[in-house]
């Protein structure tokens, strides 16, 4: 079974720039995450979306950062315009449902703002 | 808020020694826990969980204890090996919508 795809796995842009990361789920899991991992940090939720309906976003900085999932598959997460604090890991992660199902993540997306 | 921390931030171990790692958390609402582990330039990756009905879970060198009345889990891994060095995060689980809240993590070591 393939697990959580991301990309691109590396991006470094200066700062007050725009980028966009994707992510293809696990095939077959409704429920899609994307994580901000800041170096040693644990991963903290940004959203989660249940198909293509949002759960949670109340820690997404909307200001700046978007996220849609149009066909309850792909995602992708933009931020624009970029600040230098948002050097971080963008994980994503997938399950089968929400309460009792493995969440699986993919590699993450590092960022570098310069 | 809600927080899941650790209570050391990296342990040191010798090959074939076990490995205990602990974790406190605040909210007893909290449907279960779990444990990833995350070596370097990696997502998480499940290693076991626990619901919050049961008080220990074992799997394969691992075994998940729970303490519900002092609000306090822990990770024991059975004759550690290098490949188990690796920063290691307890997570919480909410029973509401499946949002998960993670601590800082401990950073393992294993020493040949």
């Known amino acids: 079974e393939a697990g959580v795809a991301q990309s691109p796995r590396y991006k470094i842009i200066e700062k007050r720039q725009s980028v966009a990361f994707w992510c293809n789920p696990i095939s077959g899991h409704a429920t899609l995450y994307w994580y901000q991992q800041i170096l040693g940090q644990g991963p903290k939720l940004l959203i989660q979306f249940q198909n293509n309906g949002v759960v949670d976003d109340s820690q997404l900085p909307k200001d700046r950062f978007s996220a849609e999932r149009l066909k309850g598959v792909d995602s992708t997460l933009k931020i624009q315009p970029a600040k230098l604090e948002d050097s971080a890991v963008y994980l994503c992660?997938?399950?089968?449902?929400?309460?009792?199902?493995?969440?699986?993540f993919g590699e993450g997306s590092w960022l570098t703002v310069v | 808020g809600e927080s899941v921390g650790l209570h050391l931030p990296t342990l040191s171990v010798q090959e074939g020694d076990n490995s205990i790692i602990n974790c406190a958390y605040s909210?007893?609402?909290?449907?279960?826990f779990i444990w990833y582990k995350q070596e370097s330039g990696k997502g998480p990756q499940f290693i076991i969980d626990?619901?919050?009905?049961?008080d220990k879970r074992q799997g394969q060198r691992v075994t998940v204890l729970l303490n519900k009345t002092v609000k306090h889990l822990s990770l024991q891994i059975a004759a550690t090996q290098p490949g188990d060095s690796a920063v290691y995060f307890c997570?919480?689980?909410?029973?509401?919508?499946?949002?998960?809240?993670f601590g800082q993590g401990t950073e393992l070591s294993v020493k040949p």
């Open positions: 909210n007893s609402a909290s449907d279960y």
């Open positions: 992660a997938s399950s089968a449902g929400s309460i009792g199902n493995t969440i699986y």
């Open positions: 626990i619901r919050s009905n049961m």
């Open positions: 997570a919480e689980k909410t029973n509401q919508g499946g949002k998960l809240i």
